[in-house]
Protein backbone atom coordinates (compact mmCIF):
# COMPACT_ATOMS: atom_id res chain seq x y z
CA UNK A 1 0.00 0.00 0.00
CA UNK A 2 1.25 3.43 -0.67
CA UNK A 3 2.02 6.12 1.74
CA UNK A 4 0.67 9.08 1.82
CA UNK A 5 3.56 11.97 0.58
CA UNK A 6 3.31 15.67 -0.10
CA UNK A 7 4.40 15.04 -3.70
CA UNK A 8 1.90 12.02 -3.87
CA UNK A 9 -0.99 12.72 -1.77
CA UNK A 10 -3.05 9.90 -0.46
CA UNK A 11 -6.38 11.07 -2.01
CA UNK A 12 -7.21 14.25 -3.58
CA UNK A 13 -9.23 16.97 -2.03
CA UNK A 14 -12.86 17.70 -2.85
CA UNK A 15 -12.61 19.85 -5.15
CA UNK A 16 -10.06 18.86 -7.11
CA UNK A 17 -12.43 15.61 -7.37
CA UNK A 18 -15.37 17.39 -8.16
CA UNK A 19 -13.25 19.65 -11.54
CA UNK A 20 -12.19 15.86 -12.86
CA UNK A 21 -15.42 14.50 -13.07
CA UNK A 22 -17.11 17.24 -14.95
CA UNK A 23 -14.28 17.15 -17.37
CA UNK A 24 -14.52 14.77 -20.46
CA UNK A 25 -17.93 13.00 -19.61
CA UNK A 26 -17.70 11.69 -23.03
CA UNK A 27 -14.99 9.19 -21.20
CA UNK A 28 -18.20 7.60 -19.53
CA UNK A 29 -17.27 5.32 -16.30
CA UNK A 30 -13.50 5.68 -17.32
CA UNK A 31 -12.79 8.84 -15.82
CA UNK A 32 -9.42 10.75 -15.83
CA UNK A 33 -7.87 8.56 -13.28
CA UNK A 34 -7.96 5.41 -16.08
CA UNK A 35 -4.48 4.32 -16.83
CA UNK A 36 -5.50 1.45 -19.44
CA UNK A 37 -5.95 1.47 -22.64
CA UNK A 38 -9.49 0.90 -23.71
CA UNK A 39 -9.49 -0.16 -27.36
CA UNK A 40 -6.25 -2.64 -26.31
CA UNK A 41 -8.10 -3.65 -23.46
CA UNK A 42 -11.63 -4.65 -25.47
CA UNK A 43 -9.72 -6.29 -28.24
CA UNK A 44 -8.78 -9.26 -25.34
CA UNK A 45 -11.65 -8.38 -24.08
CA UNK A 46 -13.68 -9.27 -27.01
CA UNK A 47 -11.32 -12.74 -26.75
CA UNK A 48 -12.42 -13.60 -23.23
CA UNK A 49 -16.31 -13.49 -24.36
CA UNK A 50 -15.37 -15.83 -27.30
CA UNK A 51 -13.65 -17.80 -24.65
CA UNK A 52 -16.75 -17.90 -22.37
CA UNK A 53 -18.98 -18.45 -25.59
CA UNK A 54 -17.30 -21.43 -26.48
CA UNK A 55 -17.25 -22.55 -23.00
CA UNK A 56 -21.30 -22.13 -22.92
CA UNK A 57 -21.41 -23.76 -25.90
CA UNK A 58 -19.60 -27.02 -24.65
CA UNK A 59 -20.79 -27.54 -21.36
CA UNK A 60 -24.06 -27.03 -22.61
CA UNK A 61 -23.85 -29.49 -25.18
CA UNK A 62 -22.39 -31.87 -22.77
CA UNK A 63 -24.99 -32.05 -20.54
CA UNK A 64 -27.44 -32.36 -23.10
CA UNK A 65 -24.93 -35.40 -25.15
CA UNK A 66 -23.71 -36.79 -22.17
CA UNK A 67 -25.17 -40.87 -21.58
CA UNK A 68 -24.03 -43.68 -19.66
CA UNK A 69 -25.22 -45.12 -16.12
CA UNK A 70 -23.35 -42.95 -14.15
CA UNK A 71 -23.96 -39.64 -16.68
CA UNK A 72 -27.07 -38.11 -14.57
CA UNK A 73 -24.68 -36.52 -11.86
CA UNK A 74 -21.99 -35.63 -14.54
CA UNK A 75 -24.90 -33.85 -17.15
CA UNK A 76 -25.79 -31.58 -13.98
CA UNK A 77 -22.28 -30.59 -13.64
CA UNK A 78 -21.86 -29.70 -16.97
CA UNK A 79 -25.20 -27.75 -16.91
CA UNK A 80 -24.52 -25.65 -13.78
CA UNK A 81 -20.92 -24.68 -14.99
CA UNK A 82 -22.69 -23.44 -18.52
CA UNK A 83 -24.42 -21.34 -16.03
CA UNK A 84 -21.90 -20.25 -14.63
CA UNK A 85 -19.89 -19.83 -17.74
CA UNK A 86 -22.88 -17.35 -19.14
CA UNK A 87 -22.56 -15.56 -15.96
CA UNK A 88 -19.02 -15.09 -16.60
CA UNK A 89 -19.69 -13.83 -20.52
CA UNK A 90 -22.68 -11.41 -18.99
CA UNK A 91 -19.79 -9.55 -17.12
CA UNK A 92 -17.38 -9.50 -20.09
CA UNK A 93 -19.97 -8.07 -22.16
CA UNK A 94 -21.12 -5.27 -19.95
CA UNK A 95 -17.28 -4.83 -19.01
CA UNK A 96 -16.70 -4.20 -23.13
CA UNK A 97 -19.64 -2.07 -23.21
CA UNK A 98 -18.51 -0.04 -20.49
CA UNK A 99 -15.46 0.67 -21.91
CA UNK A 100 -17.09 2.09 -24.86
CA UNK A 101 -16.87 -0.94 -27.40
CA UNK A 102 -19.51 -3.33 -28.40
CA UNK A 103 -19.61 -6.91 -27.70
CA UNK A 104 -19.37 -9.10 -30.31
CA UNK A 105 -21.01 -12.33 -29.86
CA UNK A 106 -21.15 -12.54 -34.08
CA UNK A 107 -20.69 -16.78 -34.16
CA UNK A 108 -18.06 -16.00 -37.31
CA UNK A 109 -14.87 -16.37 -36.32
CA UNK A 110 -15.88 -17.30 -32.73
CA UNK A 111 -13.62 -20.44 -33.03
CA UNK A 112 -10.82 -18.05 -33.82
CA UNK A 113 -11.54 -15.68 -31.04
CA UNK A 114 -11.62 -18.07 -28.30
CA UNK A 115 -8.76 -19.46 -25.84
CA UNK A 116 -9.90 -22.42 -25.92
CA UNK A 117 -11.47 -25.11 -28.42
CA UNK A 118 -14.78 -26.67 -29.00
CA UNK A 119 -14.09 -30.15 -28.56
CA UNK A 120 -16.56 -31.99 -27.10
CA UNK A 121 -15.65 -35.80 -27.14
CA UNK A 122 -17.32 -38.82 -27.68
CA UNK A 123 -17.65 -40.46 -24.55
CA UNK A 124 -18.30 -39.17 -20.74
CA UNK A 125 -14.74 -39.62 -20.44
CA UNK A 126 -13.63 -37.90 -22.92
CA UNK A 127 -15.95 -35.02 -22.41
CA UNK A 128 -14.63 -34.09 -19.05
CA UNK A 129 -11.09 -34.62 -20.18
CA UNK A 130 -11.53 -32.10 -22.86
CA UNK A 131 -13.87 -29.52 -20.16
CA UNK A 132 -10.96 -30.12 -17.56
CA UNK A 133 -8.36 -29.07 -20.98
CA UNK A 134 -10.62 -26.11 -21.30
CA UNK A 135 -10.64 -25.11 -18.00
CA UNK A 136 -6.27 -25.36 -17.27
CA UNK A 137 -6.35 -23.23 -21.15
CA UNK A 138 -8.36 -20.26 -19.38
CA UNK A 139 -6.72 -21.02 -16.24
CA UNK A 140 -3.87 -20.03 -17.86
CA UNK A 141 -4.96 -17.17 -19.95
CA UNK A 142 -6.96 -15.76 -17.03
CA UNK A 143 -3.55 -15.76 -14.81
CA UNK A 144 -1.56 -13.85 -17.53
CA UNK A 145 -4.63 -11.13 -18.08
CA UNK A 146 -4.64 -10.41 -14.78
CA UNK A 147 -0.91 -9.64 -14.40
CA UNK A 148 -1.04 -7.92 -17.63
CA UNK A 149 -3.54 -5.25 -16.40
CA UNK A 150 -2.42 -4.71 -13.00
CA UNK A 151 -2.91 -1.31 -11.42
CA UNK A 152 -3.65 -0.04 -14.87
CA UNK A 153 -7.61 -1.72 -14.91
CA UNK A 154 -8.25 -2.83 -11.61
CA UNK A 155 -11.95 -2.88 -12.39
CA UNK A 156 -10.93 -5.74 -15.58
CA UNK A 157 -8.63 -7.14 -12.90
CA UNK A 158 -10.99 -7.87 -10.56
CA UNK A 159 -13.33 -9.22 -12.77
CA UNK A 160 -10.52 -11.99 -14.66
CA UNK A 161 -10.29 -12.78 -10.84
CA UNK A 162 -13.57 -13.50 -10.20
CA UNK A 163 -13.53 -15.43 -12.78
CA UNK A 164 -10.90 -17.23 -12.85
CA UNK A 165 -11.57 -18.52 -9.45
CA UNK A 166 -14.45 -19.72 -10.98
CA UNK A 167 -12.58 -21.19 -13.69
CA UNK A 168 -10.23 -22.92 -10.92
CA UNK A 169 -12.93 -24.28 -8.95
CA UNK A 170 -14.32 -25.80 -12.34
CA UNK A 171 -10.85 -27.46 -13.44
CA UNK A 172 -11.21 -29.19 -9.73
CA UNK A 173 -14.41 -30.14 -10.32
CA UNK A 174 -13.25 -31.69 -13.52
CA UNK A 175 -10.61 -33.43 -12.65
CA UNK A 176 -12.55 -35.32 -9.46
CA UNK A 177 -14.59 -36.47 -12.01
CA UNK A 178 -12.31 -37.32 -14.42
CA UNK A 179 -10.57 -39.55 -11.35
CA UNK A 180 -14.12 -41.11 -10.25
CA UNK A 181 -14.74 -41.95 -13.56
CA UNK A 182 -11.35 -43.42 -14.71
CA UNK A 183 -10.85 -45.31 -11.31
CA UNK A 184 -7.31 -43.42 -10.49
CA UNK A 185 -6.10 -40.55 -9.08
CA UNK A 186 -4.45 -37.98 -11.32
CA UNK A 187 -2.61 -35.78 -8.91
CA UNK A 188 0.14 -36.71 -6.95
CA UNK A 189 -0.89 -36.52 -2.95
Known amino acids: MDVPTPDK ?15 HL ?14 KTIEILQAVLATELVCVLRYTQNSIAATGISSEGVKAEFADHA ?5 HMMAVAERI ?10 PEG ?3 RSASEYKVGGTLVDMIRENLIAERIAVDH ?5 RYF ?21 ADDMHDLLVAHEGRPMLAK
Request: glycine share 10%; no cysteine.
Open 9 to 23: PFLSDVKTLRSRARK
Open 150 to 170: GEDDPSTRRMLEWILSVEEEH
Open 97 to 106: TQLGGEPDFN
Open 142 to 146: YRELI
Open 110 to 112: LRA
Open 26 to 39: EGGALGSTYKGKPE
Open 83 to 87: REEQQ
